[in-house]
């Protein structure tokens, strides 16, 4: 079993700068592929982008590529997403999940794990 904790939201102006960190418990955070999702207010969770578990792999959604960037730190245990260029579509929670699929996945389902949620807010 994984326990994920989110960290790092906050509030930031548009076109800030904010990193997200995902603190997992346990010694299989290596065998699970991970991504970020988010949530704004009165919509579906949607997909942000996911890593496989060996970091060599990641996949973005279309509306955060080229200015958000996942990675993973196995000694500390730790998921990150670094967000650059914030705009006020940004605005959700923000959560991280663990996926027992190799390679991540862009679909809620296939995620066993979730955190609860970071909350980011970008001023316009």
């Known amino acids: 079993q994984v326990q994920l904790v989110e960290s790092g939201g906050g509030l930031v102006q548009t076109g800030g700068s904010l990193r997200l960190s995902c603190a997992a418990s346990?010694?299989?955070?290596?065998?699970?592929?991970m991504g970020w999702f988010r949530q704004a207010p009165g919509k579906e969770r949607e997909f942000v982008v996911t890593i496989s578990w060996s970091g060599g792999s990641t996949y973005y959604a279309d509306s955060v590529k080229g200015r958000f960037t996942i990675s993973r730190d196995h000694a500390k245990n730790t998921l990150y997403l670094q967000m650059n260029s914030l705009k006020p579509e940004d605005t959700a929670v923000y959560y991280c999940a663990a996926s027992p699929r190799a390679n991540g996945s862009t679909k809620m389902n296939e995620y066993a794990y979730w955190g609860q949620g970071t909350q980011v807010t970008v001023s316009s």
């Open positions: 346990g010694r299989t955070f290596r065998s699970y592929a």
